[in-house]
């Protein structure tokens, strides 16, 4: 197949969205597929700020970056005044405020889908929350060209993705990619048709995420060998719930004087001010963000992850801390609850609660052995469920699918237009 991927952003960039549509890219290519990915030049969303080449190859696949209007202090204004009103009014009116302020606006990129879409069988459009999707939609729709989207939808969070143009968007597209069951059943909520949607969910390459030495692992963050510790990985804005993780530390501290906090992650103005506020919290070890081996070591060097986020459309840190056999503590939202099973691989909190927080880490240090068998049956789920050759097979099933309906589609409509002479009576075609 001749696929086009289309983007907010993509690797070096990271995120969660964004390894998703490089790793089904990238088996993709080495499956024989022609993938090009359409991105835009940044590595910040909050700037989109355009730093990256305009083309590269990365491991098979062809990768074309557009460049994007910036997104200043004035623009962040210009989409929060748009979405402030429109949820009081539902007016569309305000909706190109929105869209302009989401970004990335690529004027190129949309030009270059209107004149190459053709060129492709099929486009596989990312994260429904950025402009990119709405205007990446329209470019091949307008050429006649089928189109999915994989929309990462934070369940608990509308307003990324209940804006009017995003539900046409969803509405007008060939098929809709859910990251889990209950984005699905959600989706269909929503009033999309059940058999245009279907589940392919997100995976991990378990070779990126080997058992290490936890002794050298701990020395890597200067952790002692007997502590517990706690560890928060993941981007560290205020939402994912960094500061309710350094709360539920600093609670249980004097409980347990061996426990540490491993912190890793990209940092935010939010998690900068977060370490000026604890400066000088024992046994706090804040990392920004590292190397993919770093990666590894961290999750090596912990006892169990707390991610206590108020918005995911999957959670694939769970997925990364499973594979090290960890036992993991994520929000009770729809998205992460269809990912974890509560007391069998991980425990589940209310986000904004930091007192059920501190009781599952508590419980969790209480009961190592119950602990263990959390880890062991979350990496078991993983091998079974969510490997990257599993989530492709899942995609290439749903391309394929999406491809033989256009078809028929289009054999009927040209049975439907044949004249009808006596030679050729007319009959109907069975669905």
């Known amino acids: 197949m001749r696929l086009l991927h289309v983007t907010h952003q993509y690797p070096p960039a990271i995120g969660g969205s964004e390894q998703y549509i490089a790793d089904l890219s990238e088996e993709l290519a080495a499956r024989g597929h022609q993938v090009d990915v359409f991105t835009s030049r940044s590595l910040d969303f909050h700037t989109w700020q355009n730093v990256l080449p305009g083309y590269e190859q990365r491991n098979g696949v062809n990768v074309y970056r557009f460049r994007s209007l910036r997104r200043r202090g004035y623009v962040w204004d210009i989409l929060h005044y748009g979405l402030r009103h429109y949820w009081q009014t539902q007016a569309r009116r305000y909706e190109p405020l929105i869209f302009l ?18 060129q492709y069988d099929l486009v ?26 994989t929309p990462h939808l934070h369940v608990d969070q509308p307003v990324t993705y209940a804006i009017g143009y995003m539900r046409r968007a969803l509405q007008e597209c060939d098929h809709v990619v859910a990251d889990t069951e209950a ?4 989706l269909v909520n929503m009033g999309l048709d059940s058999w245009r949607v279907s589940t392919v969910g997100v995976g991990v390459r378990p070779e990126q995420f080997p058992e290490l030495d936890r002794r050298a692992a701990r020395q890597k963050f200067g952790l002692p060998e007997d502590a517990y510790v706690l560890l928060f990985y993941g981007r560290k804005d205020e939402y994912k719930g960094l500061g309710r993780v350094v709360e539920s530390y600093k ?31 024992p046994g706090w070890v804040n990392r920004g963000a590292v190397p993919d081996q770093e990666r590894a070591l961290a999750l090596n060097a912990a006892d169990c992850l707390a991610l206590p986020s108020q918005g995911e459309a ?12 960890l036992p993991v503590i994520g929000p009770r939202t729809l998205a992460v609850s269809a990912l974890i099973s509560e007391g069998r691989d991980g425990l589940l909190t209310d986000p904004t609660d930091v007192g059920e927080l501190t009781t599952c880490v508590r ?28 989530i ?3 995609a290439e099933g749903v391309y394929l699918r999406v491809l033989r309906r256009r078809q028929r589609e289009y054999s009927r409509s040209v049975f439907s237009s044949l004249p009808v002479t006596s030679q050729t009576p007319a009959r109907s075609v069975p669905e």
């Not at 302020?101 to 053709?118: F, K, N």
Request: charged share 20%.
């Open 101 to 118: 302020g989401g970004g990335p606006i690529c004027p190129g990129m949309y030009w270059r889908i209107r004149r190459q879409a053709r």
């Open 124 to 149: 596989h459009l990312n994260c429904l929350v950025y402009s990119h999707v709405a205007y990446g939609h329209w470019a091949a729709h307008s050429q006649g060209v089928p189109t999915l989207i």
């Open 183 to 186: 984005e699905r059943a959600h």
């Open 251 to 281: 609670a249980l501290r004097d409980e347990y004087p061996h426990l540490r906090l491993l912190s890793v992650g990209p940092e935010t103005d939010y998690s900068r001010s977060l370490v000026a506020q604890y400066e000088g919290l």
């Open 314 to 325: 999957f959670g694939i840190v769970f997925l990364e801390a499973w594979l090290t056999r």
């Open 363 to 390: 419980h969790l240090m209480d009961h190592p052995a119950l602990a263990r068998q959390m880890g062991e049956r979350g990496r078991q789920k993983v091998l079974a469920r969510y490997t990257v050759a599993r």
């Open 392 to 394: 492709v097979d899942r």
